[in-house]
């Protein structure tokens, strides 16, 4: 249940992001299903790139182009 909440928050923040904005998600493991989830809802529109990549903490920039 909390892990679904996470997920539908980060869907309103990335559906609510304009051209160029970005923002940064920190996750406590590197989250491949979310991106997937998001790849598959929003394709090319939405760039990811990791800003930092474990042990503790991942942390993703994820910008609409």
């Known amino acids: ?3 679904e909440l996470v997920r539908q928050g980060v869907d309103g923040v990335v559906d609510g992001l304009q ?3 970005a923002f940064v998600l920190v996750a406590p ?3 491949v299903p979310l991106l997937n ?3 598959d809802r929003h394709g090319d529109a ?3 790139s990791y800003v930092e990549e474990g042990p503790e903490a991942w942390k993703l920039k994820l910008a609409r182009v």
Do not use: E, W
Request: aromatic letters at 0%; a neutral charge; zero cysteines.
């Open 46 to 48: 939405i760039q990811v």
């Open 37 to 39: 989830q998001i790849a």
């Open 29 to 31: 493991h590197n989250p």
């Open 19 to 21: 051209p160029g904005a």
């Open 1 to 3: 249940l909390l892990l």
